[in-house]
């Protein structure tokens, strides 16, 4: 993944977290500056939104932790719920496999993936690993790791979650789902999962505010009570536990309070779509068919260099020796003037 972008460009389509923080919540941090309250995430503010969430899934023996990111997230909770000689089953695209550093191996984890072409795991891909991991001298696959939204935008349906589940509960599988951008897969025109569904599907997860419009912070969601155990302890001995705690807390009280946190997703959707229709009509083809807040259209290198010239963006992937697969991502931030103007200058390039 190459990156095209500088301070000179018109716009940036290069990730959903390029600005700072919905205006409320930057409200909601400043009333509240000057207010005592206690530290490392035991403040009122954080009690409240974990309440209001778990009212949310319909489940009060939830155990919700706020984390500052989305890598350290999947680094504690996944390390932390691993025995040494045990592994995760992971895409190849997936975030874990690609895009932190070797940061579970570096716990001692290895990540056993796999491939799939729509950046869905399936029970089949999940079993090709199983049946390959026997007997002690290999590692024992003991977690599946998914996201929803994955990598390249697609979502997972609700029988395809439910699939999964059972698979795993029935070869004694955790299943963790990672929620980066857990809003925007919620809110895709596709979806036909809440949140108390998934809840009930997978043994833990996370909710992202970093990228749907927090000015940082993650909501890690323990539902399996055999990983609940000490799990503060996990979070302080990595660094983790925040002595101003209070800073995710306020955030995703205010988040939740009411559909602020489905109403930015569902923007940064529908900016992506318009998007992608226009882009469709312009006879450009795409590398997946996402109906979320990322798209992956095919351009040939010369309209890459092109377009490039003003809008920051990825290049995703090589297609052949004359075209690349470009990564375009919108945000709860995104204006439609902006949309609007890069395709009226990919039109006049194409």
Same mark, same amino acid.
């Given at each position: 993944?190459?990156n095209?972008t500088n301070?000179?460009?018109?716009?940036?389509?290069k990730?959903? =977290?390029?600005?700072g923080?919905?205006?409320r !919540? /930057?409200?909601?941090?400043?009333d509240?500056?000057?207010?005592?309250?206690?530290? =490392?995430?035991?403040?009122e503010y954080?009690?409240?939104?974990k309440?209001?969430?778990?009212n949310?899934m319909?489940?009060?023996?939830?155990?919700?932790h706020?984390?500052?990111?989305?890598?350290?997230?999947? &680094? !504690?909770?996944?390390?932390?719920?691993?025995?040494? =000689?045990?592994?995760?089953?992971?895409?190849?695209t997936?975030? $874990?496999?690609?895009?932190?550093?070797?940061?579970?191996?570096?716990?001692g984890?290895k990540?056993?993936?796999?491939?799939?072409? %729509?950046?869905?795991?399936?029970? %089949?891909? !999940?079993?090709?690993? /199983?049946d &390959?991991?026997?007997d002690?001298h290999?590692?024992k696959?003991?977690?599946?790791? $998914?996201?929803?939204?994955?990598?390249?935008?697609?979502?997972y349906?609700k +029988?395809?979650?439910?699939?999964?589940?059972?698979f795993c509960?029935? #070869?004694?599988?955790?299943?963790y789902?990672?929620?980066?951008r857990?809003?925007?897969g919620?809110?895709s025109?596709?979806?036909? &999962? *809440?949140?108390?569904?998934?809840?009930?599907?997978v043994?833990v997860?996370y909710?992202g505010?970093?990228? #749907?419009g927090? /000015?940082?912070?993650?909501?890690?969601?323990? !539902?399996?009570?055999?990983l609940?155990?000490?799990?503060?302890?996990y979070? +302080?001995q990595?660094?983790?536990? /925040?002595?101003?705690?209070?800073?995710?807390g306020i955030?995703?009280?205010e988040?939740f309070k %009411?559909?602020?946190?489905?109403?930015?997703?569902?923007?940064? #959707?529908?900016?992506?779509?318009k998007?992608s229709?226009? $882009?469709?009509k312009?006879?450009y083809? @795409?590398l997946?068919?996402s109906t979320t807040?990322?798209?992956?259209?095919?351009?040939?290198?010369?309209?890459?260099?092109?377009?490039?010239?003003?809008y920051?963006?990825?290049?995703?992937e +090589?297609i %052949?020796?004359?075209?690349? *697969?470009?990564?375009?991502?919108?945000?709860w931030?995104?204006?439609?003037?902006?949309v609007?103007? @890069?395709?009226?200058?990919?039109?006049?390039?194409s």
């Amino acid at each position: 993944m190459t990156n095209i972008t500088n301070e000179k460009k018109v716009y940036n389509f290069k990730d959903d =977290y390029s600005e700072g923080a919905h205006e409320r !919540i /930057l409200k909601a941090l400043i009333d509240t500056n000057f207010e005592q309250q206690n530290g =490392y995430g035991n403040d009122e503010y954080s009690e409240k939104a974990k309440q209001l969430l778990k009212n949310k899934m319909n489940n009060k023996e939830l155990d919700i932790h706020f984390l500052s990111g989305g890598t350290q997230t999947n &680094l !504690i909770a996944i390390s932390s719920m691993l025995r040494s =000689y045990e592994s995760v089953i992971a895409l190849e695209t997936g975030h $874990i496999s690609v895009h932190e550093t070797g940061a579970i191996e570096a716990t001692g984890h290895k990540v056993n993936t796999v491939k799939s072409s %729509d950046g869905k795991i399936t029970v %089949d891909l !999940i079993k090709s690993v /199983l049946d &390959l991991h026997i007997d002690e001298h290999m590692v024992k696959p003991k977690m599946v790791f $998914i996201s929803n939204s994955t990598e390249i935008g697609t979502i997972y349906k609700k +029988k395809e979650l439910e699939k999964i589940s059972n698979f795993c509960k029935n #070869n004694n599988l955790y299943l963790y789902l990672d929620g980066a951008r857990l809003g925007a897969g919620l809110c895709s025109e596709e979806s036909d &999962l *809440t949140l108390e569904e998934i809840s009930n599907l997978v043994d833990v997860f996370y909710i992202g505010g970093t990228k #749907n419009g927090a /000015l940082l912070g993650e909501a890690l969601v323990i !539902i399996n009570s055999e990983l609940k155990k000490d799990f503060r302890y996990y979070l +302080k001995q990595r660094g983790a536990l /925040l002595a101003k705690g209070r800073i995710i807390g306020i955030q995703f009280l205010e988040l939740f309070k %009411d559909e602020l946190y489905f109403e930015l997703a569902t923007h940064a #959707n529908l900016m992506a779509k318009k998007l992608s229709v226009e $882009i469709k009509k312009l006879g450009y083809k @795409f590398l997946s068919e996402s109906t979320t807040n990322q798209i992956f259209p095919i351009f040939s290198n010369k309209v890459i260099e092109k377009i490039g010239d003003k809008y920051g963006f990825h290049i995703w992937e +090589k297609i %052949d020796n004359n075209s690349s *697969t470009i990564r375009l991502v919108t945000s709860w931030a995104t204006k439609e003037e902006m949309v609007d103007k @890069f395709i009226s200058d990919l039109s006049k390039i194409s």
